[in-house]
């Protein structure tokens, strides 16, 4: 009986920790729309943007599924650098001083 109602407990829960998204969860949209042929593959974005940053140190990506864009993070000299791209065509839409 204790177990059933741990158990009910846990299950009602699932929905809301589903509900709250967390980092993996863009990847994981990250993937699927660049099955569906929405997106730009990241390592094609990569291939194009990071040459064009010469003297940084590229530090990795993060993806705005809501936005459709791959956000780009640099460093030089202490300084931080964002590069937002547009995943659906590839085409830099900001990049921060």
């Known amino acids: 009986m204790k177990n059933r109602l741990v158990l009910s ?17 863009a990847q994981g949209a990250a993937r699927l729309e660049v099955h569906r042929g929405e997106v730009r593959p990241l390592r094609e974005i990569e291939r194009h943007v990071v040459p064009t ?18 956000r780009l993070k640099f460093i030089r000299n202490g300084r931080v650098v964002f590069v937002d791209v547009d995943a659906r065509s590839g085409h830099v839409i900001h990049h921060s001083p």
């Open 9 to 25: 407990f846990i299950a009602a829960l699932l929905p809301a920790v589903a509900a709250q998204a967390g980092p993996g969860d």
């Open 53 to 70: 940053m010469p003297g940084m140190q590229y530090l990795g990506p993060e993806y705005d599924p809501a936005a459709m864009a791959y």
